[in-house]
Nanobody, 122 residues
Framework: VQLQASGGGLVQAGGSRRLSCVVS????????MAWFRQAPGKDRDFVAT????????NYTDSEKGRFTISRDNAKNTVYLQMNSLKPEDTAVYYC????????????????WGQGTLVTVSS
């Protein structure tokens, strides 16, 4: 199973960015998907997750209302729409997949993408 994340780049504070992650080599529709992020010198942190059919989502409190996770099972793709971006959102964003229900825990994900860097300038 391979995950390919894209959409990162430089954005001004207050701006928006949409990340995409395409999954290949597996059955996308059976995976719960998630986005995590890792700032320099920090741990990889949970951002958002979505169930296999897209009916359940979960976010950290700081992202709730600003970020939206969605998926298109016909395109084997999960998205992260990020609005009202802040400099503290600067990080490498990783998509991840797991068998079973959604989870906020890094260690419960089986497959990972390579990451895409989002830099938010003030």
């Amino acid at each position: 199973v391979q995950l390919q994340a894209s959409g990162g780049g430089l954005v001004q504070a207050g701006g928006s960015r949409r990340l995409s992650c395409v999954v290949s080599g597996g059955s996308f529709g059976v995976y719960a998907m998630a986005w995590f992020r890792q700032a320099p010198g920090k741990d990889r942190d949970f951002v958002a997750t979505i169930s296999m059919h897209g009916s359940i989502t979960n976010y950290t409190d700081s992202e709730k209302g600003r970020f939206t996770i969605s998926r298109d099972n016909a395109k084997n793709t999960v998205y992260l729409q990020m609005n009202s971006l802040k400099p503290e959102d600067t990080a490498v964003y990783y998509c991840a997949a797991r068998w079973g229900p959604i989870s906020e825990h890094v260690r419960e994900y089986h497959y990972w993408g390579q990451g895409t860097l989002v830099t938010v300038s003030s």
